[in-house]
């Protein structure tokens, strides 16, 4: 059987026009998708590490059980908790976060999102600025100058440049990547940057001065710089406001290059301001290179459920947020969390060591498809069904566009809501010991 | 259920301050029921509220909540009882905006806008709030397809394109904002005024809201266009709002009710030409809809305070976020519209801020019929919704506006009439203003009223309308309308005394309306070629799925029903 | 004069939160009061005597001559001091994030180290670290355009990150280094450092930042002349210009390197 137009559940692209082909073995083609979305369509069916049985640790030996079982365990583990860390939530839909929310109410967790480890600093950059955004349409349709700052799409989002950005066609581009002017800006030569047609290397550590000497330079203040920025000279800094003046529609997109380097959040801010100056010449937008191809969605469901967008402690009953304070890895880092529900990621292979040390030493309870570094420390282990390829539900996008994800083949296991659900109702069934 | 013996004002039947009992059988008003009583005597009985433009779903309310975990712990409430936990002022989260409303006694809200591309989070937004009935109005103004066929002349293809678009967003009624600028934006730039052409589609915005009213009377749709005006929040645009007005003194309603609704009137309402001179036109606008029954309008009161802006108007809200030196949110929506969030404070000694809040209560107080006047805060713009039972009690109390006016700047008198309304609103017409008219606008006829066979939603305040004169005691006012003793949902008590009692999954309106295949398949021949050309995602994928809408209430509409 | 020792009763990774100790929530408290006072263990209510062995000395006393003694290992206890208008604190060892927040009279005297927050938004009275203090040192919240307005805090080690974020007034002393950006967004709010630091008077709009160690100048300052304070030449310059600041950043000339 074809399915046409099933959405890749891979990277924040989300592209949705992937031609899907099954048989009685499964899927067995994902005509149109990348590299990195085919493996992970393709990827579904036992021999790709996938999980078969609930397991729980016993005698430091993982053993197959029921699934009710498992859903016991966990919801005692997480109910005698006093500081349970409900994390992850970025490979799933936004279905299982909605049972993820009501969980961390009904056991008072904190619950935050991969997030944390990725954009969460460009989310507290918006908290002081405010986020000049557009749909990836806007985009294809108007851009006419594109600035990549400290992200590398032609590697980590490979279908970005062609369907949304650089190379794409719209109403006003329709000439693509030769009516457009592309600029990447980073610390070293990327893939991007050499499709670029101009590469701008800054210094580690030094996005925030270089900001802020464009913003001098478009608020007509270039006098008070010196001849160098940074190691760049003014007049190469100088010419690149010209350029982004002179655009029709400027669009910005940055990644972890920019939000993970020295000055964190502060780099966001002084990008988002320069982005909001940039209005008052021409039209620009700005955005974040989500990764995860859902790591937005839980943002959005935690904004309309309880206020905030990630890194929401409910040990109180009622919402608290302050990362740095009740993120999932100042929690683990201060060695706060007493138990780990682990959904939907892998922190076994993506924190910083001591924080991975800190989650061995607590009862941690994984959900996910597939065996993975993370489950070597769990001591309670579910597996369920892949959620946009064997469970419909929604997605949003790296530009917030919502998108409903497919289901293209019938899963075996249940759904990331359905077990979040089972365990919720065992946690109610338990007495409350405070 | 029997509501007994309480003073009920239900203006749409003629009902003033009666003493009778309210049946509610299966959801509706009945002639006779069984069930619980509850004893209203000495108590204000009212139809459920209707909000018919407030911000309470979608990307621009999660915007406003993400840019602002400022606002997010102002109202934290802990998850207790029945209730989930709560956050914000301005900018709730979803639990919140479902009981606070509840808590007031209003069973009905109509989220004022959303593009169609991004309806699937509009929709998971609404699910998200518990109580209320909603629905959602769909933004058309700054559509390229409308653009098109407007500028083609082609009415059937234009009226085939708003009824997909409803069904696409699953939206109820047409939303118009600031039409043209947001394509316009686009690019940075904005249109200027009613003739004005839209930058590359050679339409201006007289002419896309005039097809647009025409289209929407075509298809019979239970709503009139809703429309935020061009220029709107500018010093000097209330020429645009009558220009406008004017202009759709030609539309035949298809149904009884108004032509066009303009929203937020108050941001429309400018005189002078800058800031330094800036006054109040409530008076002109106030004297056009006596001499007119073409339209009607909501307040868009503002309260002093904290508010978040959100609106599709992206132009306006970079012009405040400079202005005031603010944080701004903007977010374009491909071939579609454009928008902005920004959190301001008002601020009871600016002259401006003074000069706009005295022009919301004008417009109410200087139009004569309540029927053509909603109370609105627009919120979270003018203000958070909570804070209707301060503006009830504004218009009810002479004295409650003199005590306000003593606080704001002398100069609000040279720039303003309010001073000298001495017009105090009754009970009767603020439960037009709240229930019937906003119903009535809508189209909704199972809201807003008492009478036989309308949805089961009654709101009961332990005040006796016959006892308390609101001009001298409008803090009682205030009181009895913040909390209701008894807000009652289709039959079920979901707040009692502040508490909520029940939490009933609310139903969606939206507007199915039929038009002729030829039609739809000449639009459906251009929207593919947008498509494969100029979306980002697939049309297969474009739509609101079915598995949105728990509870979907589809109200026929369409060319058929229009002829 | 009444003084209220607490000693922890156990130590505890998860943290404990005690807005409620302040000398406004104990003066007038007998100490079963006290003891019966709500307190929050992670996600778990539970009473101050739970947590605390409770000594007093003195009858209820009015909030000014009401002293709150920390003696132990306060550092996972969070909010001490919270909202307090009077009295006085004193943490004979380290005390946890948020510390002070939002206090508008009083002192709190910490011998150890302050955790992060300390003295968050703070309108008046008095802070004293003798130990280091962690970020955010009299920052505002999330998303707040304002952080301390007034009073004063003496940090006699070093400061974390962002330093006074958003300071709209009041003054935050360092002896030692601060991390990096103090003073972000200070909007009236007077700074020292006695040591380094980096990238100081980010978007600062008004206010006083100095340094007395080395440090990195952004590039919206301008370099406006030299100035005598205390005995020692600073150079002196305004900024934030990316925001039309006027903010006065002085650096030790002497220990000043571009």
């Not at chain 1, 904190?110 to 954009?119: G, L, N, P």
């Not at chain 2, 039609?519 to 980002?536: C, I, P, Q, V």
Request: glycine share 12%.
């Amino acid at each position: 059987m074809i399915q046409e137009d099933v959405v890749c559940s891979f990277c924040g692209c989300l592209c949705d026009d992937i031609r899907v082909e099954t048989n009685d073995e499964g899927i067995v083609k994902a005509k149109g998708a990348c590299r990195l979305g085919s493996s992970k369509i393709l990827g579904h069916g036992p021999g790709h590490g996938r999980i078969s049985k609930p397991m729980i640790r016993q005698d430091g030996e993982l053993v197959e059980v029921e699934y009710q079982v498992a859903y016991d365990r966990a919801a005692r583990i997480l109910k005698a908790a006093k500081r349970p860390l409900l994390y992850g939530w970025a490979s799933t839909v936004c279905e299982a976060h909605e049972e993820g929310v009501l969980l961390a109410e009904e056991v008072g967790a904190v619950i935050d999102s991969t997030a944390t480890v990725c954009h969460g600093p460009s989310v507290i950059g918006v908290e002081e600025k405010g986020l000049a955004g557009a749909t990836l349409g806007q985009v294809k349709n108007r851009a006419d100058l594109i600035l990549f700052w400290g992200c590398n799409p032609a590697e980590a989002h490979p279908r970005h440049m062609r369907r949304y950005s650089s190379n794409s066609t719209g109403r006003f581009t329709p000439e693509g990547r030769k009516g457009r002017t592309v600029i990447v800006i980073d610390v070293r030569e990327t893939r991007t940057a050499r499709l670029a047609d101009r590469f701008i290397r800054i210094d580690p550590g030094t996005d925030y001065q270089v900001i802020s000497a464009l913003r001098l330079i478009l608020a007509g203040k270039a006098e008070i710089l010196g001849d160098e920025v940074c190691g760049i000279s003014k007049g190469k800094l100088v010419d690149l406001v010209d350029i982004l003046k002179k655009a029709r529609f400027g669009a910005i997109f940055f990644g972890l290059g920019l939000t993970h380097s020295r000055g964190r959040y502060k780099n966001i801010d002084c990008a988002l301001s320069l982005t909001a100056e940039l209005n008052a010449h021409t039209k620009f937008m700005i955005m974040p290179m989500r990764g995860h191809y859902n790591v937005a969605g839980i943002g959005q469901v935690m904004a309309w459920e309880g206020g905030y967008p990630m890194s929401v402690d409910y040990s109180r009953g009622a919402p608290y947020f302050n990362p740095g304070e009740t993120a999932a890895c100042d929690l683990l880092a201060r060695r706060e969390a007493d138990a780990a529900l682990i959904i939907a990621a892998d922190p076994a292979s993506n924190f910083p060591r001591s924080i991975v040390e800190a989650l061995a030493e607590i009862p941690v309870i994984q959900i996910d498809p597939y065996e993975n570094p993370t489950t070597l420390l769990a001591d309670v282990v579910i597996p369920c069904a892949i959620a946009g390829v064997e469970v419909e539900g929604t997605a949003y996008r790296m530009d917030g566009l919502p998108l409903r994800m497919r289901k293209v083949i019938e899963p075996v296991h249940p759904s990331d809501e359905e077990i979040l659900k089972e365990i919720r109702e065992s946690a109610r069934r338990l007495p409350d010991d405070h | 259920m029997i509501i007994k013996g309480g003073v009920v004002y239900d203006p749409a039947n003629g009902v003033l301050g009666e003493e009778m009992d309210i049946c509610i059988d299966a959801g509706a008003v009945a002639e006779a029921a069984g069930g619980p009583t509850i004893d209203a005597r000495g108590m204000l009985v009212l139809p459920g509220g209707v909000d018919a433009h407030s911000h309470i779903a979608g990307p621009k309310l999660n915007a406003g909540r993400i840019m602002r975990p400022d606002d997010g712990r102002i109202g934290t409430e802990p998850r207790r009882g029945l209730c989930r936990p709560c956050t914000g002022y301005t900018v709730p989260n979803s639990s919140a905006i479902g009981y606070r409303y509840a808590r007031m006694g209003y069973t009905t809200v109509f989220e004022a806008a959303t593009p169609i591309i991004e309806s699937r989070h509009t929709h998971e937004e609404l699910e998200a709030i518990p109580i209320l009935d909603k629905g959602a109005l769909t933004l058309f103004g700054s559509n390229w397809t409308v653009m098109e066929c407007v500028g083609e002349k082609d009415l059937p293809k234009l009226s085939a394109y708003v009824a997909w678009g409803l069904r696409a967003s699953r939206g109820y009624g047409v939303k118009i904002v600031n039409p043209g600028g947001g394509e316009a934006w686009g690019f940075g730039s904005n249109v200027k005024g009613l003739h004005d052409p839209v930058p590359e589609f050679n339409v201006t915005p007289a002419e896309i809201i005039h097809e647009l009213a025409r289209a929407n009377e075509r298809l019979c749709l239970p709503h009139s266009i809703h429309l935020h005006f061009n220029n709107l929040g500018k010093p000097g645009n209330y020429s645009t709002a009558i220009e406008t007005l004017d202009l759709l003194k030609d539309i035949v309603p298809s149904r009884d009710r108004q032509a066009v609704h303009v929203t937020h009137m108050q941001f429309s309402a400018y005189g002078g030409t800058g800031w330094r001179d800036f006054e109040s036109k409530a008076p002109e606008i106030a004297d056009y809809y006596n001499k007119n029954d073409h339209a009607t309008m909501d307040m868009g009161q503002i309260i002093f305070g904290s508010a978040t802006t959100m609106t599709a108007d992206g132009p306006l809200e970079y012009a405040n976020a400079r202005l005031l030196h603010q944080k701004w949110s903007n977010h374009d929506i491909e071939l579609e519209e454009s928008s902005g969030v920004v959190p301001l404070v008002y601020i009871r000694g600016s002259p401006v801020n003074a000069v706009q809040w005295a022009i919301g209560l004008e417009l109410a107080l200087l139009t004569e019929d309540p029927w053509k006047v909603l109370l609105t805060t627009d919120n979270p713009n003018g203000g958070p919704f909570v804070k209707y039972p301060e503006v009830i009690a504004l218009l009810m109390s002479h004295k409650r506006r003199e005590e306000e006016m003593a606080k704001l700047p002398e100069l609000l008198s040279k720039r303003s009439v309010i001073g000298s309304i001495e017009r105090e609103l009754g009970w009767g017409e603020i439960a037009v203003m709240t229930r019937a008219a906003p119903a009535h606008v809508l189209g909704l006829k199972e809201k807003g009223h008492l009478g036989v066979g309308a949805d089961g939603d009654v709101s009961i305040y332990e005040i006796d309308p016959r006892e308390v004169d609101p001009g001298s005691d409008p803090a009682l006012v205030e009181r009895a309308f913040t909390q209701a003793k008894y807000t009652i949902k289709a039959g079920e008590v979901v707040s009692r005394d502040g508490e909520i009692a029940g939490i009933p999954q609310g139903r969606t309106f939206w507007t199915d309306a039929n038009v002729p295949e030829e039609d739809m398949a000449r639009l459906m021949a251009s929207l593919k070629e947008k498509f494969e050309k100029y979306y980002s995602i697939q049309m297969s994928n474009y739509m609101v799925q079915e598995a949105y809408l728990s509870r979907p209430v589809a109200v026929r509409a369409g060319v058929e029903v229009a002829q | 004069m009444r003084t209220i020792t607490l000693r922890p009763l156990a130590s505890h990774l998860v943290p404990i939160e005690a807005e409620g100790l302040t000398p406004d929530g104990l003066a007038k408290l007998s100490i079963e009061e006290m003891e019966a006072l709500d307190l929050w263990l992670g996600n778990r209510r539970t009473r101050l005597c739970e947590l605390f062995a409770i000594e007093v000395d003195g009858k209820p006393a009015p909030i000014e001559e009401t002293t709150v003694i920390l003696d132990g290992d306060f550092s996972r206890v969070k909010r001490i001091g919270e909202r307090m208008s009077g009295g006085m604190i004193q943490s004979l060892g380290d005390l946890g994030m948020h510390a002070g927040a939002g206090m508008s009279g009083g002192n709190i005297l910490i011998k150890g180290s302050a955790g992060d927050w300390l003295g968050r938004e703070m309108r008046g009275g008095s802070i004293e670290v003798e130990g280091d203090a962690g970020n955010y040192v009299g920052s505002g919240y999330r998303g707040e355009r304002c952080g301390m307005r007034g009073g004063s805090i003496l940090v006699r080690g070093n400061a974390g990150v962002f330093l006074g974020e958003h300071i709209c007034g009041g003054s935050i002393h360092v002896s030692g280094n601060a991390g990096d950006y103090p003073g972000a967004a200070n909007g009236g709010g007077t700074i020292s450092i006695g040591g380094d630091t980096h990238l100081p008077g980010a978007e600062m709009t008004k206010g006083s930042i100095s340094v007395g160690g080395r440090t990195t100048v952004l590039p919206g300052f301008q370099f406006q002349d030299e100035v005598e304070l205390e005995g020692l030449t600073y150079q002196r310059y305004v900024g934030d210009l990316v925001e039309n600041g006027k903010g006065e950043l002085l650096l030790a000339l002497a220990q000043q390197s571009a």
